[in-house]
């Protein structure tokens, strides 16, 4: 800038340059005020000339800097330096640049220097030109852009996920390395500028670009979203992705970006999980509908082995044959009672019990499973009773039969395992907040009590705390599995507390809902289902439904005996037809018969009563103990249900509790 230009119109030295453009004066003042460093030097490397901000540098007048040389000012070391380097460009004719480190000032500062030769008008080097300036900011500023670069072009490359940035056209402005090589490019970089048309079919890329669109439309970010990729090499992975919206400084959106993650190893463990735990589902339903059925094969010879024993018990033989027959009854009650633990055990296994709470009378309940165990343990001598909190409400919503089921089971446990003294059933009232009361239960026995090892185990199914005992007491060791279930059912956890030779305490805690006393009702509540009568108030005429031959014998032979009159019809064709011609004042229904089933017949009573006020009365009898059984009933138009074998005392109340709904109903 400095150094002598030389113009065409320039003849010499004093002259005025008559073009336009810088005039000499004002280039000295020029250069004087530039805020970078000018310097000149002799041949000899003295200061010929240094501007103001040089000056300003060294922090002495330019007077006391001219004639100086780089040694005067410099450390020996860097004034060689600065010594070759004049060398060389005075010797190459030929203008150096570069950065280097100024050590002039307190904090070393990065300048960037320019050394030109001067020439005379001649073209004879006479010295040289230097100039220099502060790049310490851009420099630094340059080296972080740097450090951000190696970051994200290590993100870029050694990501295995795929990584774009797309303008606002969805071109990629840069892909990642492992992005790159799924579309088919060895080098990120050619995929700059291109479009997912140019890798995809179109209405894969299509679909991208909507999405991008949308993203560029609404702003909102997706995040972690499945998706599935077809690539163009045809292969097809699931991935997880995430597009944001790109946003400049100003918060422009300017095009989007995203990173898409290969979970198809991921997705294949979750599908495959997915189809094992459906096919542990089905194997789980198959097993329960196989014990379901077999319990209903074995469940109909069982309703006649029962059915007929106690006919025959009841028929007024000698002592002998009576005492045989009873001990058929028995053996096919016990052998029956363990078909149901297995089916109930199966059904809460597979989680398909369900809790039917209702109304009731609580005391009823207790009192009802006191009733039910006192002949056991009148027959051992062991005292039973219940002692009930005065604080608890004597009503609450409950499931009773499942209570009770629970309550029976410990009682029969303790009456079991206890040779003298006493069980007793307790109910204590813990708390109380608003209408929710929470009851403990105990049961306690003065029995063998449990091995403390064994505490844990009993509650497993098919565990028994000494198997030797099976021959003593009998038993399969479900009875604690299904109860300790039913009780975490119910919302709780079953405890035992036992010492060997002295007894044991089952005991758990049950929050239940508070009942008004108007709430409940003689129907919801099973506990009420007794009487000892055994004559029916009021003979009726009854069509039994039945197919089996010794079914048919049994129900009929029971009937009777509560002083009905019975006609047969043999499926549920025979069922509707005689309904129709004959007057009937009850149909008791199988469920399954040949031809057309219980449901079918019901429904088709039901039709042709529809728009009449009459209502037959029908109770179903079915072999299947399943609990959608019952629902099935009620929802075909069935007002009642019986599970076989029929048991004399179960169709007497069930009989009489219909009639007499009955009754009330025609009198409303
Ligand atoms: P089981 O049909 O064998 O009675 P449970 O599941 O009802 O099956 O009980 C499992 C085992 O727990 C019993 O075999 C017995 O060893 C032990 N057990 C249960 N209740 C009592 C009790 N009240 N006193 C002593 N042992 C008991």
Redesign the pocket.
């Known amino acids: 800038m400095v150094h002598d230009m030389k113009s065409p119109n320039q003849s010499n030295e004093s002259q005025v340059p008559l073009q336009p453009g810088f005039p000499e004066w004002l280039r000295v003042s020029f250069v004087e005020e530039l805020p970078l460093c000018v310097i000149l030097k002799d041949l000899d490397g003295k200061f010929t000339y240094v501007n103001k901000q040089t000056a300003r540098l060294f922090g002495l007048p330019a007077e006391a800097i001219v004639g100086k040389t780089d040694f005067d000012l410099y450390p020996n070391e860097l004034a060689q330096k600065y010594w070759d380097d004049d060398r060389m460009v005075i010797q190459s004719g030929q203008a150096i640049e570069q950065i280097e480190k100024n050590v002039t000032v307190p904090a070393s500062r990065i300048v960037k220097v320019r050394k030109t030769p001067l020439r005379c008008r001649d073209g004879k080097i006479i010295g040289i030109e230097v100039l220099f300036w502060d790049v310490t900011a851009h420099q630094e500023a340059e080296a972080n852009l740097e450090q951000e670069r190696f970051l994200l072009q290590s993100l870029l490359n050694h990501l295995p996920d795929f990584i774009y940035f797309k303008d606002l056209e969805s071109r990629f402005l840069r892909v990642s390395r492992a992005h790159a090589s799924r579309l088919g490019l060895s080098n990120p970089a050619d995929a700059i500028g291109s479009k997912d048309s140019d890798y995809f079919t179109k209405p894969y890329a299509d679909a991208a670009r909507m999405d991008e669109l949308q993203l560029i439309r609404s702003g909102q970010n997706v995040l972690g979203r499945e998706e599935h990729a077809c690539w163009p090499d045809g292969s097809e992975t699931w991935v997880a992705t995430s597009k944001l919206p790109l946003r400049d400084e100003g918060g422009k959106t300017v095009g989007t970006f995203g990173i898409s993650r290969d979970i198809s190893e991921l997705k294949a463990a979750a599908e495959a999980l997915e189809r094992a735990k459906q096919v542990a589902e089905a194997a789980s339903r198959a097993k329960s509908e196989f014990v379901a059925n077999l319990s209903h094969e074995i469940r109909t010879p069982m309703n006649a082995i029962i059915g007929m024993a106690e006919l025959l018990a009841n028929s007024g033989l000698d002592e002998q044959r009576t005492e045989q027959a009873r001990t058929i009854l028995e053996s096919g009650e016990c052998l029956l009672r363990l078909l149901n ?1 297995i089916l109930d055990f199966s059904r809460i296994e597979s989680g398909r019990v369900e809790l039917d709470p209702v109304p009731g009378d609580l005391s009823n309940c207790v009192q009802g499973a006191i009733r039910l165990m006192k002949v056991q343990a009148n027959e051992k001598s062991i005292k039973l009773e219940a002692r009930v909190n005065l604080a608890t409400p004597d009503f609450v919503v409950a499931d009773f039969v499942r209570l009770r089921q629970i309550l029976v ?2 009682i ?7 040779a003298q003294g006493g ?1 007793t059933l307790s109910v204590d009232h813990v708390s109380r907040i608003n209408q929710m009361v929470t009851l403990q239960f105990a ?1 306690s ?1 003065t ?4 091995p403390n090892d ?1 505490l844990d185990v ?2 497993e ?7 030797s ?2 021959r003593r ?11 300790s279930r039913l009780v975490k059912l119910m919302g709780g956890q079953i405890k ?1 507390k ?1 010492q060997t030779g002295l ?2 305490t ?1 005991s758990f805690s049950l929050t239940f809902p508070v009942a008004d006393e108007t709430e409940t009702s003689e129907f919801g509540d099973p506990n009420k289902a007794s009487s000892s009568s055994q004559t029916s108030s009021e003979p009726l005429r009854i069509l039994l439904a039945e197919d089996g031959e010794t079914n048919q014998m049994v129900a009929t032979i029971l009937l009777e005996g509560l002083g009905h009159q019975v006609k047969i019809a043999h499926n549920g064709c025979e069922a509707v037809q005689l309904s129709d011609t004959e007057s009937f004042d009850l149909i008791l229904m199988d469920l399954e018969m040949p031809e057309m089933d219980g449901i079918q017949a019901t429904r088709q009573i039901r039709n042709r009563e529809y728009g009449t006020n009459r209502h037959m009365p029908i109770i179903a009898m079915t072999a299947h103990a399943m609990e959608s059984d019952e629902q099935r009933c009620l929802e075909a138009g069935m007002d009642a249900y019986i599970a076989k074998p029929i048991r004399q005392n179960n169709v007497f109340v069930t009989i009489e509790n219909l009639m007499k709904k009955v009754k009330s109903r025609s009198s409303l």
């Open positions: 633990d089971n410990l029969g446990n303790a009456i079991k395992f206890t069980v049961v026995d029995g063998i009590g449990i064994k009993i509650f199914e098919f565990e028994q705390a000494d198997k005992t099976t007491f009998g038993g399969t060791g479900l009875g604690l599995a299904i109860t035992v036992s007894g044991s089952f």
